[in-house]
């Protein structure tokens, strides 16, 4: 009997195959169940999942690649085929009913047949089925899943210039992949919590948007804000915008001259450092509660008085502007005498900041001197203290003769005149 279905002649498989015993047709759209030949002609036989035909479920990203194996543990010389989802036979053994190329035959022994394809697309997603003919035939599965990598991620800002404690919104958008990615941003070196949404689009793909609020400060300004889309079809996909933030001045003055102590008839020197975005448009120079000396000189940022007098004490200001806002700094002006005996121990102060205090020596040694004292009247007043409450003793050495009126008397008031003479009491301090 000669058969022509498709593109598999029965004569052909039968040569190829001459240890069978009768021309044989997979169950397939190629080869119709009630067409085959078979040696049992009762109830139907229906497939079973077996322990003995294993293969693998793959995953491959499009256009890319995939290997289906159907592997047999212990094969007795039963034929292994594999089927598409639609149940048409992409290989009989070694042969390829199936007129699409990009399935190639990689290995093919009793134990394996092993078949690529190749520029998969998404229309190959389904269930491959490996076949083994025995009786009852067994079937093993292969889920083919097509990964569809999402386009560039698009990252839109509310405000491209942003202004120090103002709130801003950003949005990370990932396009037409399968299946959904998944959107995290970063700030720099922390990890920020956006508010995803997930679409499924008519083509049945995904579209990823998150949603990014915080609020800004001067510190993030230059510092990168990056969308990182997580998918198993790529590695390392992100996308990144820097901040740029506006703050008003920092301001910072620095003494030039004198090092140390300011006197009389010495000279000052102070500059006004102030750093902003943008950069400060007006730096001046102030007298808290007064008048700026008139013989000063302001050029820029520096402020300089000659012959100081103490006059010119009190605190003076540094303002510096920009179109964010003002800020200022402030130093504290105390003049102190020429004479170094009478040297305060004072310096200047800056704007809430504590500022280094020089001490004088002469201050130094008067304290020194009230401790030294102080300690010298503990001592006194312990020792008296300790040496009242020392104890009593007796003596007996010749009572009664201190009283005598000659040296005889002496004698004989010493020698037996102890009983009627009062005791002595003698104190040690």
């Given at each position: ?8 002649n ?21 080869f ?22 294993v293969?693998?479920?793959v ?32 290989y ?12 190639q ?17 998404l ?15 067994q ?40 299946p ?7 700030k720099g ?50 996308a ?14 620095v ?6 102590l300011?006197?009389?008839g ?7 450092q ?35 007098n ?5 605190t003076?200001r ?15 002006l105390?003049?102190?005498?020429t ?5 305060p ?25 009230v ?10 007043v312990l020792g ?13 050495e ?17 020698e037996?005149g102890?009983?009627?003479?009062d ?7």
């Amino acid at each position: 009997m000669h058969w022509q279905m498709g593109a598999i002649n029965c004569k052909l498989i039968g040569a190829l195959n001459a240890n069978l015993p009768f021309c044989f047709f997979p169950p397939s759209p190629f080869f119709p169940s009630h067409l085959s030949s078979s040696s049992n002609t009762g109830a139907a036989q229906y497939p079973v999942v077996s322990q003995n035909l294993v293969t693998d479920n793959v995953s491959v990203v499009e256009g890319e690649m995939a290997i289906i194996s159907c592997r047999v543990k212990n094969n007795d010389d039963s034929v292994i085929q594999l089927l598409n989802p639609n149940r048409q036979t992409i290989y009989f053994r070694d042969m390829r009913p199936l007129k699409d190329a990009r399935f190639q035959l990689v290995n093919f022994s009793d134990n394996e047949l092993r078949v690529s394809l190749s520029n998969v697309s998404l229309s190959d997603e389904g269930r491959y089925v490996c076949q083994l003919y025995t009786d009852p035939p067994q079937e093993a599965y292969a889920d083919i899943t097509v990964l569809i990598p999402p386009g560039n991620p698009i990252i839109e800002a509310r405000d491209e210039v942003l202004s120090e404690g103002n709130e801003t919104e950003m949005t990370c958008t990932a396009m037409s992949s399968k299946p959904a990615a998944t959107l995290r941003w970063m700030k720099g070196d922390k990890e920020l919590p956006g508010k995803p949404k997930v679409e499924l689009t008519y083509d049945k793909m995904y579209t990823v948007t998150s949603r990014l609020t915080f609020t800004v400060s001067k510190e993030d300004d230059g510092v990168p804000v990056v969308c990182i889309v997580d998918h198993p079809a790529v590695k390392d996909f992100q996308a990144q915008k820097y901040l740029e933030v506006q703050y008003k001045p920092e301001v910072k003055i620095v003494v030039e001259f004198p090092q140390g102590l300011t006197r009389e008839g010495e000279n000052l020197e102070l500059t006004c450092q102030a750093k902003g975005k943008p950069q400060p448009q007006r730096v001046n120079w102030v007298k808290v509660d007064d008048d700026v000396p008139s013989h000063a000189v302001i050029t820029g940022g520096d402020l300089y008085i000659e012959n100081l007098n103490k006059s010119y004490n009190g605190t003076y200001r540094c303002v510096a502007s920009n179109s964010v806002g003002e800020s200022y700094d402030d130093y504290i002006l105390y003049v102190y005498d020429t004479a170094p005996s009478t040297e305060p121990a004072a310096h200047d102060s800056r704007a809430g900041e504590g500022a280094p205090r020089t001490v004088d020596h002469a201050v130094i040694g008067g304290v020194v001197a009230v401790v030294v004292f102080a300690m010298l009247c503990l001592l006194i007043v312990l020792g008296r203290y300790f040496a009242r409450h020392k104890g009593t003793y007796f003596t007996h050495e010749a009572k009664g003769a201190d009283d005598a009126a000659d040296a005889d008397t002496a004698i004989i008031n010493a020698e037996g005149g102890h009983t009627n003479s009062d005791e002595k009491k003698e104190y040690y301090i």
